[in-house]
């Protein structure tokens, strides 16, 4: 679907909901809650420091920099777009997340040039412990079958977040095996 196509689709969608009383300034925005406004403080350009164990946990891991630009969409998703290199090989990541208040749930999505398939998300945000753990579900390119992973991202300081991710490891101590861990500094620029 183009973006032409989408714009006429969600309008649609916005005339079906609301009735034939829709009128400019009478779509209901719905209000953002405590939970989205937590997604504000991933808002802002970072400096990415990576560490990535592709060999397993015992081997040295490759180390990678990249640059992440967050932003806001309303109040409610955050749009993030990563850019880096793997090995040499230019890597872009795109990801979106916001809160589902049904679910009671951070649920959103990620795709990468490193995979033809699309990664969905679900996860919690945990305030005492400043840090937001997510569940993604998606293909490993590879072998072509389902792949789960489990990441955590904790917030040091308005400035400074570090995220971990575990793959999905049966049978081995508590099933989960790391295989990445990111830093992130903010930068003083706006995105």
């Known amino acids: 679907m183009n973006v032409r196509m989408g714009t006429v689709w969600m309008l649609g969608w916005a005339m079906l909901v609301t009735g034939p009383g829709l009128v400019r300034g009478q779509f209901p925005a719905p209000e953002a809650s405590p939970e989205h406004k937590v997604l504000q403080q991933d808002v802002g350009v970072w400096d990415a420091h990576m560490k990535l164990w592709i ?3 015992d081997a040295e891991p490759m ?5 992440e630009r967050t932003r806001a969409m ?8 990563y850019e880096g290199d793997f090995g040499g090989e230019k890597f ?3 990801g979106q997340l916001g809160f589902d208040p049904e679910k009671k749930k951070y649920t959103g999505t990620w795709i990468d040039t490193m995979s033809p398939f699309l990664i969905s998300m679900e996860g919690t ?11 993604a579900t998606g293909l490993d390119p590879a072998t072509r079958q389902e792949t789960k992973s489990k990441m955590v991202t904790r ?5 400074t977040r570090h995220f971990t991710m575990f793959m999905e490891t049966p049978g081995q101590g508590d099933g ?10 903010r930068r003083a620029e706006k995105p």
């Open 55 to 57: 060999q397993g946990p």
């Open 63 to 67: 180390a990678s920099k990249g640059v």
């Open 74 to 81: 309303g109040a409610m998703w955050v749009v993030s777009d």
């Open 92 to 94: 872009f990541g795109h």
């Open 125 to 135: 945000y945990d305030a005492a412990k400043r840090e937001m753990t997510v569940l």
């Open 155 to 159: 917030y040091v300081d308005k400035d």
């Open 176 to 185: 989960w095996t790391k295989s990445m861990e990111v830093t992130y500094r």
